[in-house]
């Protein structure tokens, strides 16, 4: 009898399993280190120390330091050379980025043919420059100048006027040339600010300020009335020649004791 050998249909034979690969293995994640809780970054720096501000002058300290300076030099005086309250006018506008002596040596020719607003605009404006010439922007001075004498005669009956907020209207005049005109052409108990009095304002911490306008305010508001008069002369000519901007020669200052600044030489 023959063998009968049955052959399965091929959907049905079991197929031959395969091996498995095993996944690689993942690296663990590196540890990241974590902030402490409730510490915030900015506490995390070294404190920087903040410099302190000098404390503020005292009322006493303010009056013995302008003492001083009345003592050593009782009528201080402007250095610009000038014949009346115009030809101050012209002298004030003349020193912007100038100095004194400069413009002293051009105004003393100049002053002698005319020292009234009539007698600049009979010179002209070309004689003018050529009086200035030696002068820091004496061409655009000189426009000034000739037009400030025509502003003079036209609004004002060729007299100076007697408010800050008038002489302001004037070509080539600001506030620190109103200031000192009306200081010492009449008297006003005001403060000019050139960078003289601004230094000193600063640097010793009398009056303190980021323009000279708040060095001009903080200083009318500490100086005692009785030394207004002549008070923005002093510190002009203690930052001229002692309180100097490079090398103040502290050794020889007479407010030595009571300056705020810390650079400042025994």
Same mark, same amino acid.
């Given at each position: 009898m023959a063998k009968i050998t049955r052959v399965l249909p091929a959907k049905s034979r079991i197929p031959t399993a395969? $091996?498995?690969?095993?996944?690689?293995?993942? $690296? %663990? $994640? %590196? &540890? =990241? %280190?974590?902030? $402490? =809780?409730g510490i915030k970054p900015s506490r995390l720096k070294p404190a920087t120390k903040k410099p302190s501000k000098p404390k503020p002058w005292t009322a006493a300290e303010v009056y013995e330091a302008f003492s001083r300076f009345r003592n050593a030099n009782p009528e201080p005086k402007g250095e610009l050379e000038h014949l009346n309250a115009y030809t101050l006018l012209v002298a004030v506008v003349l020193s912007a980025q100038a100095t004194d002596a400069g413009v002293n040596k051009a105004t003393r020719a100049l002053f002698a043919v005319a020292d009234t607003p009539e007698k600049m605009l009979a010179l002209g404006e070309d004689s003018v420059r050529d009086y200035i010439k030696t002068i820091g922007l004496y061409r655009n001075k000189a426009k000034n100048v000739i037009a400030l004498s025509q502003k003079l005669i036209a609004e004002f009956g060729g007299e100076v006027p007697r408010t800050r907020a008038e002489i302001e209207t004037l070509p080539g005049a600001g506030r620190k040339t109103a200031n000192v005109v009306l200081n010492m052409a009449y008297g006003e108990h005001t403060m000019a600010v050139d960078t003289h009095v601004f230094r000193i304002g600063n640097r010793t911490g009398l009056a303190p300020g980021k323009n000279p306008l708040e060095v001009e305010l903080g200083l009318e508001k500490v100086i005692p009335s009785e030394f207004m008069l002549h008070a923005h002369h002093w510190l002009i000519?203690?930052? &001229?020649?002692i309180c100097l901007a490079r090398k103040p020669r502290c050794d020889v200052c007479l407010i030595n004791d009571l300056c705020r600044w810390p650079e400042k030489t025994a």
């Open positions: 395969k $091996p498995i690969k095993k996944a690689a293995a993942k $690296p %663990a $994640p %590196a &540890r =990241v %280190a974590k902030k $402490p =809780v000519l203690h930052g &001229r020649y």
